[in-house]
């Protein structure tokens, strides 16, 4: 178990707050359609973040997304006030059902979220610093809003959600001010199928992750996708990839008996301005071992390639830009330019693309230099790729959050497969743009 260092003090909530702190209401005409996430990105953290409501009274609660992860996780360490949290108790169905099989029964202070004797335990993992701990599962009040725009509300209550009791030190490394990790995997107690169980959704969200100074949303249950200026990109203006599952590795740390719990896309090939790049395509399969594949990852900023990968991936890039004057290499990146010597266009500066072939050609993932290159210092121009060293574990590639930003990604449970839109200001609109109500 990591170390346990001294709890931070909690850091001011920042303007991501503002849209939350309106008086609770309830959702009228019964169940709602569909409940979300506000999203922004930190930039000190290259995080993001999202606001939702806990507890009685509630207050609004700032963690950080990610898309690993068996629960929501909360500090219940500082701070933590409420009258209507529950213990999960051991040997419960739901605490069955958490496959921990852990009961915490050594606390001899006053009763409190973190104190709670005869209590299911779990094992809240930071996926930023890869730091867990243990922890009691209970239940508490939780409200999302129903709208996105201009504000929101009216609100959609869960009057038992499961989460995980997080300490402060695990909070390390979070943006300012996040008190834990929203989950947004395929766990059993994540947001998607907690949400969908209570109000009868689908068993499918979509992601709108948005560069700095914007804003996206997360989208659980069944309303369109429709952004301004009337862009509607529901189903058929999505492409779909199965998620794939993999059966031998586990879901966490602690966790037995649960086939893996994060997103993995079948990547087959890679390419650059076209032309396809040589690499160990073994690599791109998950082997007998529950090792390889490809990972969706919010907790990762930038994507991550196994060396080999990595390198194939940089010298075709360098090949198809030799005429752009390079600059020194930015931490932590290799290949960088001169930001004066590159174009720009509506999908970014004017490089080559970097195609992710699925299955199938059709179902290519095509990224355009928005997602492919990042602003470093000096004025320099980074390809947004890292070396993830030659013994990368357990995926051979990671797609980071700038590589998913202003895309709408569909993560479909129940159909097992992930649909995206490529780019969206290429269809004239932004993750800043969608609206819902």
Same mark, same amino acid.
């Given at each position: 178990?990591?170390r346990?260092?001294?709890?931070?003090? !909690?850091g001011? %909530?920042?303007?991501?707050?503002?849209?939350l702190v309106?008086?609770?209401?309830?959702?009228?005409?019964?169940r709602?359609?569909?409940v979300?996430?506000p999203v922004?990105?930190?930039?000190?953290?290259?995080?993001?973040v999202? @606001?939702?409501r806990? =507890?009685?009274?509630?207050?609004?609660?700032?963690?950080?997304?990610?898309?690993?992860?068996?629960?929501l996780w @909360?500090?219940c360490?500082? #701070?933590?006030?409420s *009258?209507?949290?529950?213990?999960?108790?051991? #040997?419960s169905k739901p605490?069955?059902? +958490?496959? /921990?099989?852990g $009961?915490f029964?050594?606390?001899f202070?006053?009763? *409190?979220?973190?104190?709670?004797?005869g209590t $299911?335990?779990?094992?809240?993992?930071n996926?930023?610093?890869?730091?867990?701990?243990?922890g009691n599962?209970? /239940?508490?009040?939780?409200?999302?809003?129903t709208?996105? =725009?201009?504000?929101?509300?009216?609100f959609?209550t869960?009057?038992?959600?499961?989460?995980?009791?997080?300490?402060?030190?695990? /909070?390390?490394?979070?943006?300012?001010?996040?008190t834990?990790?929203v989950?947004?995997?395929r766990?059993?107690?994540a947001?998607?199928?907690?949400?969908a169980?209570?109000?009868g959704?689908? =068993?499918?969200?979509?992601? $709108?992750?948005?560069?700095?100074s914007?804003?996206?949303?997360v989208?659980? #249950?069944?309303?369109?996708y429709?952004?301004?200026? #009337?862009?509607d990109l529901?189903?058929?203006s999505?492409?779909y990839?199965?998620?794939? @599952?993999?059966?031998?590795?586990?879901?966490?740390?602690?966790?037995?008996?649960?086939?893996?719990i994060?997103?993995l896309?079948g990547? +087959?090939?890679?390419?650059?301005?076209?032309?396809?790049v040589?690499l160990n395509?073994t690599? %791109?399969?998950i082997?007998?071992n529950g090792?390889?594949g +490809?990972?969706?990852?919010t907790?990762?900023p930038?994507?991550?390639?196994e060396? !080999?990968?990595?390198?194939?991936v940089i010298?075709a890039?360098?090949?198809?830009?030799?005429?752009?004057p390079?600059?020194?290499?930015?931490?932590?990146?290799?290949?960088?330019?001169?930001? =004066?010597?590159?174009?720009s266009?509506?999908?970014?500066?004017?490089v080559?693309?970097i195609?992710?072939?699925?299955?199938?050609?059709?179902? *290519?993932?095509?990224?355009?230099?928005a997602?492919?290159?990042?602003?470093?210092?000096g004025?320099?121009?980074? %390809?947004?790729? @890292?070396?993830g060293?030659?013994?990368?574990?357990?995926s051979?590639?990671?797609i980071?959050?700038?590589?998913?930003?202003?895309?709408?990604?569909?993560?479909?449970?129940?159909?097992?497969?992930?649909?995206f839109?490529?780019?969206?200001?290429?269809r004239?609109t932004? $993750?800043?743009?969608?609206?819902l109500?």
């Open positions: 178990m990591a346990f260092p001294p709890p931070l003090a !909690s001011a %909530l920042l303007l991501l707050l503002f849209v309106s008086p609770c209401r309830s959702a009228a005409g019964g709602p359609r569909a979300v996430l922004s990105k930190d930039d000190a953290t290259q995080q993001y999202t @606001v939702f806990q =507890r009685t009274p509630q207050v609004p609660v700032k963690a950080v997304l990610d898309l690993a992860g068996a629960t @909360v500090d360490d500082t #701070g933590y006030v *009258s209507s949290y529950a213990r999960v108790p051991c #040997g605490c069955r059902l +958490t496959k /921990t099989g $009961c029964n050594s606390c202070g006053a009763p *409190s979220p973190a104190c709670l004797n $299911c335990s779990g094992f809240p993992d996926t930023v610093t890869r730091v867990t701990a243990g599962i209970i /239940t508490d009040v939780l409200s999302l809003p709208t996105f =725009r201009t504000a929101p509300g009216p959609a869960v009057p038992e959600f499961l989460f995980t009791c997080g300490h402060t030190f695990l /909070t390390e490394g979070l943006a300012n001010g996040a834990g990790m989950s947004l995997s766990a059993r107690f947001f998607p199928t907690q949400l169980r209570t109000f959704f689908s =068993r499918r969200f979509a992601l $709108c992750l948005p560069p700095a914007a804003a996206g949303v989208v659980f #249950g069944d309303a369109p429709v952004f301004q200026p #009337g862009v529901s189903k058929s999505l492409i990839t199965p998620l794939l @599952v993999n059966a031998v590795r586990t879901a966490g740390k602690y966790t037995t008996g649960e086939t893996s994060e997103y896309i990547l +087959t090939g890679i390419k650059v301005n076209g032309r396809d040589p395509a690599l %791109l399969a082997d007998k090792v390889g +490809t990972t969706l990852s907790a990762s930038y994507t991550v390639l060396t !080999s990968i990595y390198k194939a010298d890039f360098a090949a198809e830009t030799a005429t752009i390079r600059v020194p290499a930015v931490a932590p990146f290799e290949l960088c330019y001169d930001g =004066r010597k590159v174009g266009t509506r999908a970014g500066p004017a080559p693309t195609e992710l072939v699925l299955q199938s050609e059709a179902a *290519s993932w095509v990224v355009f230099g997602n492919s290159m990042v602003p470093a210092k004025g320099a121009l980074c %390809l947004c790729v @890292v070396d060293g030659p013994a990368l574990y357990p051979s590639v990671v980071g959050g700038h590589m998913m930003e202003d895309n709408l990604l569909e993560f479909d449970l129940e159909g097992s497969r992930l649909g839109s490529s780019y969206l200001p290429l004239q932004t $993750c800043n743009n969608f609206r109500g």
